[in-house]
């Protein structure tokens, strides 16, 4: 990546839904460089997708669970690419210190997280939880700024 790609990065990562045009017209750059940057950053990988930015509260989802996780017996990667299909799960982490992992999650209530710690519990290999669960949230913006 050079600067052009950072250039036209930091016009999608502000609003996915420009146009050639507008980004080229933005960076100084011409239409058709800009289609091949932005496909070859897609290629690689640079550019996982694009979507819109919910407000998951209004959507329902206004109970943030940080979860943490003790995994036994060398599972770790197993056990996190399992919970990371559910779709509550924002992020799986693996992290230093007492717990191997953390979840970050969203419920729409107190039962919904409730069955999702009970069914961690269950797995064969975790053998401990540990749930926070947030009172408010002053920043949730899990977008990249360049």
Known sequence: MDDTDIRILRELAGDARLSYNEIARRTGLSVGTVATRVR????????????????????GYGLVAIIELVISKGRLGEVEREVAKNPNVYGVYDVTGASDAIVIARFKSREALSMFVKSLLASEFVDRTLTHVALGTVKEDFRLTI
């Open 40 to 59: 070859n950053l897609e290629k690689q990988g640079v550019i996982k997708g694009y979507g819109a930015v919910l407000d998951a509260e209004k959507m």
